[in-house]
């Protein structure tokens, strides 16, 4: 068996953080205090961006992240479940009545890359940022892969993201950068 890479989590550190996300959902649903589990194991406590991704049926329910890591993961990851669930200006909160059909999925996230285009992205790997003025958009690295996008189609999509024209990465003006997450997810259904 290969040993994970340093930013790697383990199955423990990822089954872990599917727990956290979801009784930290559980809670916020019934009142109670958020679980604040210190110390937290492993590599948990390092400053890493994350998003939390909920799905019912394989259909999208609320997703929040931060690209950054200016907490540790497990805090991150915390947050970012109580903003999928009850914040996603897209959704309506999830209620109690959910929660056994949620899915919860969480991308642990690596620093930013600078890069200058499609020829600096692999597909499944990557996920990207543009940035062109005051727009940003950001699509995380399954996004391209669910939809078969070639890297320079999924500029063009993050670009339209940021409420942007395709084809806006070209602009001398536009800032890509490039991050990798590692992606795990609940069974269906939790």
Same mark, same amino acid.
């Given at each position: 068996m290969t040993e994970p890479s340093s930013d790697e989590l383990t199955g423990e550190e990822q089954r872990w953080l599917l727990d956290l996300a979801r009784s930290t959902i559980a809670a916020r649903l019934s009142d109670r205090p958020l679980p604040d589990p210190q110390p937290a194991p492993g590599r948990l406590t390092d400053r890493r961006g994350a998003f939390v991704t909920l799905t019912v049926n394989g259909r999208l329910r609320g997703c929040i992240g931060h690209v950054t890591g200016t907490e540790a993961l497990w805090r991150s990851?915390?947050?970012n479940a109580v903003n999928a669930a009850f914040? *996603?200006? $897209?959704?309506?909160?999830?209620? !109690?009545?959910?929660?056994?059909?949620?899915?919860?999925?969480?991308?642990?996230?690596?620093?930013?890359v600078t890069i200058e285009g499609p020829d600096d992205i692999v597909i499944g790997r990557d996920g990207l940022i543009i940035e062109r003025g005051p727009n940003r958009g950001l699509l995380l690295p399954q996004v391209a892969t669910r939809y078969g996008?070639?890297?320079?189609?999924?500029?063009?999509?993050?670009?339209?993201?940021?409420?942007?024209?395709?084809?806006?990465?070209?602009?001398? *003006?536009? $800032?890509?950068?490039?991050?990798? !997450?590692?992606v795990f997810a609940e069974p269906d259904g939790g």
């Open positions: 990851v915390r947050s914040h *996603d200006p $897209r959704f309506p909160p999830v209620d !109690a009545g959910e929660l056994s059909e949620i899915t919860v999925e969480v991308s642990a996230l690596t620093p930013l996008w070639s890297p320079a189609e999924f500029l063009d999509q993050t670009c339209r993201k940021a409420g942007l024209a395709a084809g806006c990465w070209r602009s001398s *003006d536009a $800032r890509i950068a490039r991050f990798s !997450a590692q």
